[in-house]
C-alpha cells in the first residue's frame, strides 16, 4: 500500500511541475513505471478529481495519446497573510488560479482583534467556497515572526508584538479543514518554487521587505529551517553595530536599515527638513502621513533626495546580500514584499554593492530578481503550503465520496 501511495505522489507531482498539459506516454517515460501501473494511478487520480484528460495527442504515427492536466475545479484552497497594519487572503483553484481576493488595513496590532478580523474574512472565503460549489482542501497562513510548524504556533512576533499565539488548532476547529502555519518569508519563498520566479532554482534566498525584513531559505529543494525550524531571521543581522534600535531588543538589525519603515522615517526627515517639495506636496504638507506610494511617485517623478534615500536603502540591501552570497552560494536572490515596488531604484545598487562584497566565484552564478508576486508574495505562498502537502500525499487528501463520472462534483468534506 505504501508503494502505490508513493507513486501516486510521484505522478501529481510529475504533473504539478510539467505545467500544463503532458501525453501519458510521456508520464510513463519520466516516472519509470511501466505502462498498466501509471494507467492504474492516473485512473485513481482522476476518481479523486485532481486530474482529467483534456483531449488526445497526434504528435507521433500511430494511436493517438491521451493529454492529461490538472483539474482546477477539483477543489479551492484559501491563503492568508496577516501583516504588519494589514490582513491579505486570496482563493484559488487547484492550479493556484485565484478567485477571490481581499485585503483590509488594521487600525493597530491588537491580537484579538486582528485575529477575529482574519477569522471573519477566512469565514467570508469558505463561503464563497461553498457557494460555488467546491471543496476547501485547506487553508496557509503566513505570519511575520518566528513559527513553530509542528503545533502551528506562532511564538515571536517582534512587529507585533505578539508572543505564543496558537493559530492551527483554532482555526482547525472552526473551519474543519487542515491549516498549515509558517513563517510569511518561508511561505513565500515557497510560492516563488512552486508557482512564481523560482520555480528552477533549488538553491535561492527569499527577501520579504514589509515594516521588517525577514528571508526564506531554499536549499536542495527544500525550505532551510536549521536545528529548531527558526532559521532565516535574516534581517535580524547585525549590519551598524551602533545603528538604531530594533524592535527584536538588538542595535543596528539589516531591516533597520533597508526596511520599508527605514524608508519612510528617512523621507519624512528630508520632507521635514525641506529637501523633499514634492513629496511634501504629496502627503499635504504634513511629513507624518507620507506613505511608501507617496515615495514610489516622488521617485518616478525623479525628486532627487528621494532618489538619494532608495539608493540608501540599496546600499544596505546590497551589503545584506553580499553577506547571503558569501553564505549560501545561492543562484538567485528573490526581493519581495512592500520594497520589491521599488526594486527599479534600489537594486541597480545594491548590485553595486553585491559586486563589490561578494567574493567573486560565489556572485558570479547568482541574479538578483523582484519577486513574481512582489506585495502578495505571501498569501501566495500560503496557497502553496497546502498544495505542497497534497503534492506529498494525496491519498490523505482524497474525498470521502469519490467521484464516481464523469463532471461529477467531489465532496465538500474532508
Known amino acids: 500500500m505504501w508503494v ?8 501529481l507531482s510529475y504533473l504539478w511541475e510539467a505545467g500544463g498539459p503532458i501525453a501519458r506516454a510521456r508520464l510513463t517515460e519520466i516516472s519509470g513505471l511501466n505502462k498498466s501501473t501509471v494507467g492504474s494511478l492516473l485512473a485513481q487520480l482522476q476518481a479523486w478529481g485532481f486530474v482529467k484528460e483534456t483531449g488526445l495527442s497526434s504528435a507521433h504515427p500511430g494511436r493517438p495519446g491521451v493529454i492529461l492536466d490538472l483539474d482546477p475545479g477539483a477543489g479551492r484552497i484559501i491563503g492568508v497573510e496577516i501583516g504588519v497594519g494589514f490582513i491579505s487572503i486570496i482563493v484559488t483553484d487547484w492550479k493556484a488560479g485565484v478567485v477571490w481576493q481581499r485585503q483590509v488595513d488594521t487600525t493597530d496590532n491588537a491580537q484579538a482583534q486582528v485575529l477575529s478580523q482574519a477569522e471573519t474574512l477566512v469565514q467570508e472565503a469558505a463561503q464563497h467556497v461553498a457557494e460555488s460549489g467546491h471543496r476547501l482542501f485547506g487553508i496557509g497562513l503566513g505570519v511575520p515572526g518566528l513559527v513553530d510548524r509542528a503545533s502551528g504556533t506562532l511564538l515571536f512576533a517582534p512587529n507585533l508584538e505578539w508572543r505564543d ?22 511561505a513565500a519563498a515557497l510560492g516563488e518554487h512552486m508557482l512564481g520566479v523560482a520555480r528552477q532554482a533549488d538553491n535561492f534566498v527569499y527577501i520579504s521587505a514589509g515594516v521588517g525584513l525577514g528571508g526564506g531559505l531554499m536549499i536542495d529543494g527544500k525550505l532551510y529551517g536549521g536545528a529548531g525550524g527558526f532559521a532565516g531571521e535574516i534581517g535580524h543581522m547585525t549590519i551598524e553595530p551602533n545603528g538604531p534600535q530594533c524592535k ?7 531591516e533597520t536599515l533597508v526596511g520599508p519603515t527605514a524608508i519612510l522615517e528617512r523621507a519624512r526627515r528630508a520632507a521635514a527638513e ?7 506636496t504629496m502627503s499635504g504638507g504634513d511629513p507624518d502621513v507620507i506613505r511608501m506610494e507617496h515615495i ?4 518616478a517623478e525623479g525628486e532627487a533626495a528621494v532618489l538619494d534615500d532608495l539608493s540608501e536603502a540599496g546600499r544596505y540591501l546590497g551589503m545584506g546580500i553580499a553577506n547571503m552570497v558569501n553564505a549560501f552560494n545561492p543562484s538567485l536572490v528573490v ?9 527599479p531604484y534600489i537594486l541597480p545598487r545594491a548590485q553595486q554593492e553585491v559586486e563589490a562584497r561578494a567574493l567573486s566565484a560565489a556572485r558570479q552564478g547568482v541574479t538578483i530578481v523582484v519577486s513574481a508576486f512582489k506585495f502578495d508574495a505571501c498569501v501566495m505562498g500560503s496557497v502553496s503550503l497546502i498544495m505542497r502537502e497534497i503534492l506529498s500525499n494525496p491519498t490523505a487528501w482524497q474525498p470521502e465520496v469519490p467521484q464516481r463520472g464523469p463532471g461529477e462534483l467531489l465532496s465538500s468534506v474532508l
Request: charged fraction near 20%; aromatic fraction near 6%.
Open 165 to 186: 499565539v496558537s493559530l492551527r488548532d483554532p482555526w482547525q476547529r472552526r473551519f474543519g479543514v487542515p491549516v498549515v502555519v509558517e513563517n510569511e518569508a518561508n
Open 248 to 254: 527584536c531588543g538588538n542595535r543596528g538589525c539589516w
Open 4 to 11: 502505490r501511495e508513493h507513486n501516486l505522489a510521484v505522478l
Open 296 to 299: 514610489l511617485q516622488a521617485a
Open 335 to 343: 526581493l519581495g514584499g512592500v520594497l520589491s515596488l521599488a526594486g
Open 274 to 280: 525641506g529637501l523633499t517639495p514634492r513629496l511634501l
